[in-house]
Every structure is written in structure tokens, then in C-alpha cells.
């Protein structure tokens, strides 16, 4: 995959304030272009044999691959659980002018 090809990563939080704190962190640092957050997600999982439920906030990440080492790295220092969710999908296509965006913020450009 091309280094600058925009990528949506999907990661969650414990609550809304570490969720705000680990997204402006990453979001100054230009590893993320913008961070959706959306409170209230109610996650069902399997850990450690056993089905848990969680309230949690979900996120959706927007940068490109060639800074997906840096960002995940970062977010798992910042990040309380043992196991952070981070999930990288393609993207396929978008408006040239939000991808230009998008490349120019985490690249330190500011359009």
C-alpha cells in the first residue's frame, strides 16, 4: 500500500475523558488528521474466557499508512487497557479535497 494512502483506524476508550485527552494528543502530534469520537458505545466481547460487557467510547481515526507504526505506538502508551482495540481499514475513495486535507494535516501542512 502507498505511504500516503488515507486509512480509517478504529480504536475505543475507557471513558470520554481519556478519550478526549489520547485524541488531542494524536491529533497535536499529526499522527491523526481528526478523531470522531462517539460516546456511549456498549461493547460485547470475549476476554479472558469470559463474555464482558463494557460502556465505552468508540472512535474513528483518519490518517494515512505511513503513519501507522507512530500512531498506534503512541495511543498504546497513552491507553489504560491491556489489549487497545486499533483496526486499520482502506479507504477506497473520498472527495479530493478532504484527502488533500487529510494528507496536508498529518503531513504538518495546514491547508
Known amino acids: 500500500m502507498d505511504a500516503g494512502a488515507p486509512v480509517l483506524v478504529l480504536i475505543t476508550f475507557v471513558d470520554l475523558d481519556q478519550a478526549r485527552r489520547v485524541s488531542e494528543a494524536l491529533v497535536a502530534e499529526q499522527l491523526a ?3 470522531n469520537l462517539f460516546p ?3 461493547s460485547i466481547y470475549h476476554w479472558k474466557g469470559r463474555v464482558e460487557r463494557a460502556q465505552e467510547v468508540g472512535a474513528v481515526v483518519k490518517t494515512v ?3 501507522l507504526g507512530r500512531l498506534e505506538e503512541r495511543y498504546k ?3 489504560s487497557y491491556e489489549t487497545p482495540e ?3 481499514l482502506p479507504v477506497q475513495g473520498g472527495s479530493v479535497e478532504y484527502l488533500s486535507w487529510l494528507s496536508q494535516s498529518v503531513a504538518g ?3
Open 33 to 35: 488528521a481528526c478523531i
Open 40 to 42: 456511549g458505545v456498549e
Open 65 to 67: 499508512q505511513s503513519c
Open 77 to 79: 502508551a497513552l491507553h
Open 86 to 88: 486499533f483496526l486499520v
Open 109 to 111: 501542512e495546514r491547508p
